[in-house]
């Protein structure tokens, strides 16, 4: 492409040309900086390369034996052996590829700077150069063209205007003359001096011609000829420019291919790492001998001799001349009911644990399903796909070993008691016994010692009104008098269904709930005042607003247990607030007056009021909770 020239559609712009140039030179003196800057970047990385690697080479040497042979191997190993572990391999590639980087990153500076930087340098050197010789020569021309202009104007034009003047002089000389001889003379020199006029007419008309070729070959031939030269010097400077920066990027480009061919030895490396093969090389490296432990067996009390097996076969047997067995189950009449009441709910959770674990089991096969056929072709999936499946599947495999655990424990504990009792199972009338708030002292119904307290303390059967004490519920025979009679263990298991659709056990929960959690209970209402967040697993996360069931109350540690439907877990008590009712032994509720007497509390004591019972009074506290409490608690005011 020929393009337009500057000597022809720019007449007489050198000033603006060369400040054309300028700028390119300005815009190339910019760009070598930024290449300089670069250099150096590119060295300070190479050298924390450098140091990475070799902090990584040095970790490397301290794990290397234990992530391929173990901490402690029982077969000696060497370096060849170290080798053969393919992840090691891999990693080894790794830190060699760094340290190759880091090496290409400082021949990429050296690059830079000797065939960028440098080459720009001398670039602008020469191209200043060039510039000044342009400019030079355009002051030549700019001279010789005054100087023209200067010879008719200054010498032609002012000699001839003194001619002109000096004519008419000699002319008025000339009239003035009286006789013929002053006549002549004046004549003659009137003559010669318009011969002179008209030579230095002639002068000035040559030098007005001379001034008007030079000015014009000036615009016409030298000024264009001098702007396209500068536009040539100006493409030459743009097009080695342009090469240069191109030679720049192919240096990066090679300098990009070097950092790939490392990365192809590092991606070759770890496509080849085989974790069967590590596997096997651990296990030859670790191969012990081993011996299941022996099983545990009953150690009898070191300071007491427990006769109550042979005691127990006593009432059972007439065998007087056994010996005495210490480590058979007793089964003498009231440790046989615990064991009857025991066995009862160990059937009832078993019976319960069974949908549960089919279901866990049918859904442990799916998630198996997805994470094989994810992990056959990966491109089923995104990355994260891929890791949700195999965490949901190994979750659902934990969540089966823990069912599994717990069937193991309740059909181990079956087993022991039905061998203990026999077919002697006991009454089949179980009560209904369901967790209770005791702001009173009340009888225990077995022990017929006090209950009092606010959470776990007592529970009271909902058919009979029976109230014992928790440690106590398993030692009542299970003959309620308004229960229904049991006929087997999956007749029972409709009775706490709701309950556990509405708080679903965990799996490592399950078997040690069995003594708590038998029967459905109701829960108080309450809404949550504020967001709170655990910071254990045994809290509960819940949001403002949610509606929860107090499963237990606040103790006196600040503390209450809630279910959300889903999970049941500990929060603050005064994040929630009760919708229905004040709840037990919480200090009462309501604005009811008193008699008015004022009382002062001598000691720490539930808060509550006079006349109520023997030994309580009722009243109400300075926020206007209304309750009960020991009268020797306080004193009158």
Same mark, same amino acid.
């Given at each position: 492409m020929q393009g337009q020239r500057f000597g022809e559609t720019l007449p007489d712009q050198i000033e603006r040309i060369s400040s054309l140039f300028d700028a390119h030179l300005h815009l190339l003196v910019e760009v070598r900086e930024v290449y300089r800057e670069r250099t150096a970047i590119e060295r300070e990385y190479a050298a924390k390369l450098h140091a990475l690697t070799k902090r990584a080479a040095e970790r490397r040497a301290k794990l290397v034996a234990a992530f391929v042979v173990g901490d402690e191997p029982t077969k000696a190993y060497t370096e060849t052996t170290l080798g053969q572990n393919t992840l090691n391999a891999a990693f080894n590639e790794l830190i060699s590829s760094m340290g190759d980087s880091a090496q290409a990153h400082v021949n990429l500076a050296d690059s830079l700077n000797t065939q960028v930087v440098d080459v720009l340098k001398a670039v602008e050197r020469k191209q200043e150069e060039l510039k000044k010789k342009e400019m030079t020569f355009f002051q030549r021309l700019l001279t010789e063209r005054d100087r023209a202009y200067g010879d008719r104007l200054k010498v032609a034009k002012q000699k001839y205007d003194e001619e002109c003047s000096e004519v008419e002089s000699v002319r008025q000389k000339q009239v003035r003359a009286s006789d013929d001889r002053h006549a002549d003379r004046a004549a003659k020199q009137a003559e010669q001096q318009r011969i002179d006029m008209l030579n230095s007419k002639n002068v000035y008309l040559i030098s007005t011609a001379i001034a008007n070729n030079v000015k014009a070959k000036f615009y016409n031939e030298d000024l264009p000829a001098l702007e396209d030269q500068f536009q040539i010097i100006q493409r030459r400077l743009v097009t080695r420019f342009a090469k240069i920066l191109g030679h720049s990027v192919a240096l990066q480009t090679g300098h990009m291919d070097a950092l790939k061919v490392q990365l192809d030895r590092v991606e070759a490396a770890l496509a080849q790492v085989d974790p069967i093969r590590d596997q096997d090389l651990f296990i030859e490296h670790n191969i012990r001998p081993f011996k299941a432990p022996s099983d545990w067996k009953f150690e009898p009390c070191v300071n007491h001799y427990d006769t109550a097996s042979f005691q127990s076969?006593?009432?059972?047997?007439?065998?007087?001349?056994? *010996?005495?067995? @210490? &480590?058979?189950?007793?089964?003498?009449?009231?440790?046989?009911?615990?064991?009857?009441?025991?066995?009862?709910?160990?059937?009832?959770?078993?019976?319960?644990?069974?949908?549960?674990?089919?279901?866990?089991?049918?859904? @442990?096969?799916?998630?198996?399903?997805?994470?094989?056929?994810?992990?056959?072709?990966?491109?089923?999936?995104?990355?994260?796909?891929?890791?949700?499946?195999? &965490?949901?599947?190994?979750?659902?495999?934990?969540?089966?070993?823990?069912?599994?655990?717990?069937?193991?424990?309740?059909?181990?504990?079956?087993?022991?008691? *039905?061998?203990?009792?026999?077919?002697?199972?006991?009454? +089949?009338?179980?009560?209904?016994?369901?967790?209770?708030?005791?702001?009173?002292?009340? +009888?225990?119904?077995?022990?017929?010692?006090?209950?009092?307290?606010?959470?776990? @303390?007592?529970?009271?059967?909902?058919?009979?009104?029976?109230?014992?004490?928790?440690?106590?519920?398993?030692?009542?025979?299970?003959?309620?008098?308004?229960?229904?009679?049991?006929?087997?263990?999956?007749?029972?298991?409709?009775?706490?269904?709701?309950?556990?659709?509405? $708080?679903?056990?965990?799996?490592?929960?399950?078997?040690?709930?069995?003594?708590?959690?038998?029967?459905?209970?109701?829960? @108080?209402?309450?809404?949550?005042?504020?967001?709170?967040?655990?910071?254990?697993?045994?809290?509960? +996360?819940?949001?403002?607003?949610?509606?929860?069931?107090?499963?237990?109350?606040? &103790?006196?540690?600040?503390?209450?247990?809630?279910?959300?439907?889903?999970?049941?877990?500990?929060?603050?008590?005064?994040? $929630?607030?009760?919708?229905?009712?004040?709840?037990?032994?919480?200090?009462?509720?309501?604005?009811?007056?008193?008699?008015?007497?004022?009382?002062?509390?001598?000691?720490?004591?539930?808060?509550?009021?006079?006349?109520?019972?023997?030994?309580?009074?009722?009243?109400?506290?300075?926020?206007? +909770?209304?309750?009960?409490?020991?009268?020797?608690?306080?004193?009158?005011?």
């Open positions: 076969r006593l009432f059972s047997r007439t065998d007087l001349n056994s *010996s005495i067995n @210490q &480590d058979a189950m007793s089964v003498e009449p009231a440790p046989k009911v615990f064991l009857q009441n025991k066995l009862s709910r160990s059937r009832v959770k078993l019976q319960e644990l069974g949908p549960l674990m089919d279901g866990k089991r049918r859904e @442990q096969d799916k998630l198996r399903d997805l994470f094989l056929a994810y992990d056959a072709d990966h491109s089923l999936g995104s990355n994260d796909e891929i890791s949700e499946a195999s &965490d949901n599947y190994l979750d659902a495999n934990h969540q089966v070993i823990s069912y599994a655990t717990s069937e193991c424990i309740l059909k181990t504990e079956m087993e022991v008691i *039905s061998n203990a009792i026999g077919d002697d199972e006991g009454a +089949q009338r179980p009560h209904s016994f369901k967790s209770s708030s005791f702001s009173i002292p009340t +009888q225990c119904g077995y022990c017929k010692t006090s209950i009092w307290g606010l959470s776990k @303390q007592g529970k009271t059967c909902k058919a009979c009104n029976l109230s014992v004490h928790s440690k106590c519920e398993l030692k009542v025979p299970a003959d309620c008098q308004h229960g229904e009679q049991k006929t087997s263990a999956v007749s029972r298991t409709s009775t706490t269904a709701s309950r556990i659709d509405r $708080v679903a056990p965990t799996p490592s929960a399950f078997a040690q709930s069995v003594a708590e959690e038998t029967y459905e209970e109701s829960y @108080q209402s309450a809404r949550v005042l504020f967001d709170f967040t655990p910071t254990s697993e045994f809290e509960l +996360q819940v949001a403002e607003g949610t509606v929860v069931q107090v499963i237990e109350p606040n &103790d006196g540690s600040g503390w209450v247990k809630v279910s959300d439907g889903q999970n049941a877990g500990l929060v603050p008590a005064s994040y $929630v607030e009760y919708e229905d009712a004040t709840p037990a032994l919480a200090g009462g509720g309501g604005s009811e007056e008193g008699s008015g007497q004022y009382v002062r509390g001598i000691y720490a004591g539930p808060n509550g009021g006079q006349h109520y019972g023997d030994g309580w009074w009722e009243g109400i506290n300075s926020t206007g +909770q209304k309750g009960i409490f020991p009268s020797n608690y306080v004193e009158m005011a």
